[in-house]
Nanobody, 117 residues
Framework: QVQLVESGGGLVQAGGSLRLSCAAS????????MAWFRQAPGKERDLIAE???????YYADSVKGRFTISRDNAKSTVYLQMNSLKPEDTAVYFC???????????WGQGTQVTVSS
């Protein structure tokens, strides 16, 4: 069982930046694929960024060029640096991980990000 704890959400003006963190309770963090999802009110939860254990990454088109996912295996933590934020980035952001690929088995509780115009 892996516990994920997100932090760093908040209220920011459009054009601003935030950095989200997600700390994982596992000694084998480097073996996990880590991801960030977000869910806006009334919408589905969407995958926005992934960090695989070979350090390759994936970004959804909606955040490409503005958001950066990174990981510190020594600290068992994954980050999401969010720049040039837009009101449409307002959502609850979730951290998730999977060890064997496919479905993400473990989820954080979510952190609210609100971008004002």
């Amino acid at each position: 069982q892996v516990q994920l704890v997100e932090s760093g959400g908040g209220l920011v003006q459009a054009g601003g930046s935030l950095r989200l963190s997600c700390a994982a309770s596992t000694q084998t963090f480097s073996l996990y694929t880590m991801a960030w999802f977000r869910q806006a009110p009334g919408k589905e939860r969407d995958l926005i960024a992934e960090s695989w254990r070979d350090d390759s990454t994936y970004y959804a088109d909606s955040v490409k060029g503005r958001f950066t996912i990174s990981r510190d295996n020594a600290k068992s933590t994954v980050y999401l640096q969010m720049n040039s934020l837009k009101p449409e980035d307002t959502a609850v952001y979730f951290c998730a991980c999977t060890k064997y690929g496919g479905r993400y088995e473990y989820w954080g509780q979510g952190t609210q990000v609100t971008v004002s115009s």
